[in-house]
């Protein structure tokens, strides 16, 4: 573990765990995301917020390399993620997105057993050595994921047969299985019901003492709610970055104003 911190206005805080300096990003012609620099706490809860289409997915997928599934976009500046540069030709995206992972909006369970969702990460990573070990990761995730009790007796029936709040949960459990150091979720609650929506931001809350979490979300109440940083973007830039609070009570930009106040978005 990195325990370097820096002091900013009497403020002690850890190394970034993710820095983001001059990011670029395009669709063929379009510049979807402008100049963007950012640092990304550990072991906390950063919100993406802003209006539709403005850049959040967009940045999000540039933090595990997910772009890179998309023929025409492209990618520049640097990110770094405990200092190296996730873009550096020898980085393994494959490699790179077990260490970041990612939930998704829509629940999207593999059409498998509920221990096969979890199961699959470990298996294909190697990362436990025979039957006991995988369950017991199995087993694990799910604990972390608050789904074990609801599933315990029935880990072999289908993924897609759980409701959609378990069906995120356990998505978030598949993404625990294989020990991620961050996760990104892209507005995982949009799909849920309110109660659902609890349980996975109870999980969130959870989560950050383990893991580095950002989180895109619609709803303004949700960021304030499950996040201590909250990043606001707007027509591909970020135009203000800050403790969640005063991002809330006292943004500096208008722009941030106007969208917390609804006047758009
Ligand atoms: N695969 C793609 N091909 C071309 N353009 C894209 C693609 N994905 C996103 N864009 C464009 O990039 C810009 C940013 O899109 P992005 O999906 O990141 O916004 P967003 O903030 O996540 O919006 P929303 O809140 O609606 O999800 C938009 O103008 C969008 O049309
Ligand atoms: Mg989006």
Redesign the pocket.
């Known amino acids: 573990m990195n325990v370097s911190a820096n002091v900013e206005n009497g403020v002690t805080h850890a190394e970034p765990k993710i820095v983001a300096q001059k990011v670029q990003v395009y669709?063929?012609d379009?510049h979807?995301i402008k100049d963007v620099d950012i640092k990304i706490q550990p072991r906390s809860v950063t919100a993406f917020i802003?209006?539709?289409?403005?850049?959040?997915?967009?940045?999000?997928r540039t933090l595990n390399r997910m772009n890179d599934t998309?023929d025409?976009?492209r990618v520049e500046g640097d990110i770094l993620i405990d200092g190296e540069n996730i873009y550096d030709p020898k980085v393994d995206p494959v490699q790179l997105r077990a260490k970041v992972g990612m939930v998704f909006q829509k629940p999207n369970p593999f059409p498998k057993s509920i221990y096969e969702n979890v199961a699959y990460g470990p298996r294909i990573h190697g990362l436990t050595r025979n039957k006991a070990e995988l369950d017991e990761v199995v087993s694990a995730s799910l604990q972390k994921a608050g789904l074990w009790n609801e599933v315990k007796d029935r880990l072999d029936g289908p993924g897609t047969g759980l409701s959609g709040g378990q069906q995120q949960r356990l998505c978030i459990a598949r993404a625990i299985a294989v020990s991620p150091e961050v996760i990104l979720m892209?507005?995982p609650c949009s799909a849920l019901d309110p109660i659902a929506t609890a349980k996975v931001e109870e999980l969130i809350d959870e989560l950050r003492a383990n893991f580095t979490i950002v989180i895109?979300t619609?709803s303004m109440q949700q960021a304030a709610r499950v996040s201590q940083r909250t990043a606001f973007?707007h027509l591909?830039n970020l135009v203000e970055e800050g403790a969640t609070q005063d991002i809330f009570t006292n943004p500096q930009d208008k722009r941030t104003q106007d969208y917390i106040t609804g006047r758009f978005g």
Do not use: N, R
């Open positions: 669709y063929g379009k979807a802003g209006p539709s289409g403005c850049g959040k997915s967009t940045f999000l998309i025409i976009c892209d507005e895109v619609h973007f591909g």
